[in-house]
């Protein structure tokens, strides 16, 4: 009620409570009302394959790289590369995703996303001989993967009420990271294998088949995603509430195992005036670049910006990593028998391509660096003068066995070990870093680790030292990455935490494809370079996480804007 104040001639109000019935509430009460079970459970698993579409796309590549080095005609900077661009894909087009998901339901975004992966996926493996046009599937493959990768723990959590999402969030990450265990275990269980298999004219080696077992990944997300719902906050914004109604009816029927008529909610209530006709595409999200450009000038500001760099300095130090399977393939093709030094040799001269035992017999060929190249332009001139087909397999299995790398189980079955070790440990720092102290302690014991392996791993005295070192680099930076996300939390404020939070991700990501590119650099032209940098750059995040940044406070003005 308003009334007027013939006196002041000032306006007062008067607060009415209306009475609302019982069996009416608002989206948030709904779903809080649906319960928190067995149906989630379902919409996570049927969920789960789209994440892992993510990671397998950006971690496969590492797993063949030995067996097609002829094929790809592949350097170590060209290794490098193809490693990185699935990174690089998502760090210059993740947050354009954004900007389509309040237009196009997020099903339908996983449907699509999914089915062109899947393509590009079973052509790389079936019909790519070319390293440009691999490494073009590949940035493809990170643009369409990375959205959905990304979506899914928004879309989920849009199923339960707030209460759950620290528990869910903890457990879901779990899982979804529990994908970089498998494409190591798939390695070891097939690349090391002398599969060749014919089909017309076409020779399918074990990186290629390889390549369309883990291609069963994207195909089945693609299955499970046309499954899924729409979430009720969409169907709500869209002007659906009788839809949202039934589909929490549902829901709440699968998790108390009761009648969907039994659900307590009969009416939704939404704001007077909603649903609200959405802006257009152009309008809305010119709105949304205007705010995303207002809290990054927040952020990068003098108030933020040493919080800000300090988070994103360390988040760039913990994202440089190595690739563990293809230098200890390397390392397990070392030619000893060569070696006539009194010591033991380093792991740069390990890495040495003339010393290992496939290149033997090519050492006195006057281009022995593109040994690959010229035997395949020889093999393609002969099989055009040859008729028989005898004698055209017979070149093929010649072409095929030229500079292989003999492949041991044993190193996928470490990057296996490597892969579940980061992943568990993660999970159980997360649930230990409760304070700020634990954090800080676990931060400077994890830079530590990795400072003292990267300078030690190049005179390590054999192999299974090294793999040692570099595992206790690849487990310890993925603690510290996380890490450095809870310190998000503490320092940066609310309002501004999402866009920190995106800052520290594209960081992340960039950092990726810098240690993939200069590594693999560093590696062909000074491999001692490439370690000792990497050391570098550990031990100056090392001595910075002495240092802790006091939570940010800004006035609520500034802090307005960035929700206008």
């Given at each position: 009620?308003?009334t ?32 928190y ?22 971690t ?64 790389a493996a ?33 199923f ?18 529990a ?15 002398p ?6 004219t ?12 883990c ?44 009648s969907?008529?039994a ?5 939704l ?9 959405r ?15 207002y ?6 500001s ?11 300095f ?37 890495l ?14 006057p281009n ?9 332009t ?35 079955q ?22 700020k ?49 809870a ?32 590594f693999s ?5 000074q ?27 800004t ?10």
């Open positions: 009620m308003v007027h104040d013939e006196r002041n001639g000032n306006i007062s109000t008067i607060n009415v409570k209306i009475e609302q019935p019982d069996d009416s509430a608002d989206i948030e009460k709904a779903i809080s009302a649906a319960g079970g067995r149906y989630n459970v379902l919409l996570f698993l049927a969920a789960l394959p789209v994440a892992w579409t993510g990671i397998f796309d950006t496969t590549t590492a797993f063949i790289l030995a067996s097609a080095e002829c094929d790809l005609q592949l350097t170590f900077f060209r290794k490098g590369v193809l490693t990185a661009i699935p990174f690089l894909a998502m760090a210059l087009t993740s947050f354009l995703w954004d900007y389509v998901t309040p237009y196009v339901a997020t099903k339908h975004l996983f449907v699509l996303g999914l089915l062109l992966d899947s393509v590009l996926d079973i052509v079936t019909v790519i001989d070319s390293y440009y046009a691999f490494l073009a599937i590949k940035f493809f493959n990170g643009v369409l993967a990375g959205g959905p990768f990304s979506m899914v723990m928004k879309y989920l959590s849009e339960h009420s707030a209460k759950y999402n620290a528990s869910f969030t903890r457990w879901g990450n779990l899982a979804v990271n994908a970089m265990v498998f494409p190591a275990i798939i390695a070891f269980l097939i690349t090391p294998l599969l060749a298999i014919d089909v017309s076409r020779r399918y080696t074990s990186w290629r088949i390889y390549l369309l077992i291609s069963i990944v994207p195909v089945l997300g693609l299955v499970t995603a046309s499954t899924l719902p729409k979430t009720p906050r969409y169907l709500v914004e869209i002007g659906k509430p009788d839809d949202a109604l039934r589909l929490l009816g549902k829901i709440y029927s699968v998790n108390e195992r009761k969907s008529d659900f307590p909610i009969k009416t209530r939404l704001w007077r005036n909603a649903p609200l006709p802006p257009s595409f152009v309008n809305g999200n010119f709105e949304r670049i205007r705010i995303a450009c809290n990054a000038k927040l952020l990068f003098s108030s933020y910006l040493r919080a800000v760099a300090y988070l994103n360390l988040q760039f130090g913990s994202m440089l990593g190595l690739w563990v399977p293809q230098l200890f393939i390397i390392l397990n093709n070392f030619d000893y028998e060569r070696w006539n030094e009194d010591r033991a040799p380093t792991m740069c001269e390990m040495d391509r003339r010393m290992s035992v496939p290149a033997r017999r090519y050492l006195k060929c022995f660096d593109d040994i690959c190249l010229t035997v395949r020889e093999s393609r001139r002969r099989r055009r003068r040859l008729a028989d087909d005898h004698d055209r397999t017979l070149l093929i299995v010649s072409f095929e066995s030229v500079f292989q790398w003999k492949i041991r189980p044993s190193v996928y470490n990057s296996s070990i490597i892969a579940f070790s980061a992943v568990v440990f993660s999970f159980l720092v997360g649930t230990i870093s409760t304070s102290f634990r954090k800080r302690a676990i931060m400077l014991a994890g830079f530590l680790l990795s400072v003292v392996s990267s300078f030690g791993i190049n005179w390590a005295q054999s192999p299974p030292y090294m793999l040692t070192l570099a595992s206790a680099i690849i487990v310890t930076s993925r603690i510290t990455g996380n890490i450095v996300a310190v998000n939390l503490d320092v940066i404020p609310l309002p501004l935490r999402s866009t920190s939070l995106n800052v520290l991700t594209a960081v992340g990501n960039v950092a990726a494809v810098f240690g993939h590119f200069v650099a560093l590696l062909e032209m491999c001692l370079a490439a370690f000792m940098g990497m050391g570098c750059l550990l031990f100056a995040c090392f001595c910075l996480s002495f240092y802790r940044p006091k939570p940010v406070r006035s609520a003005k500034s802090l307005a804007g960035s929700d206008a």
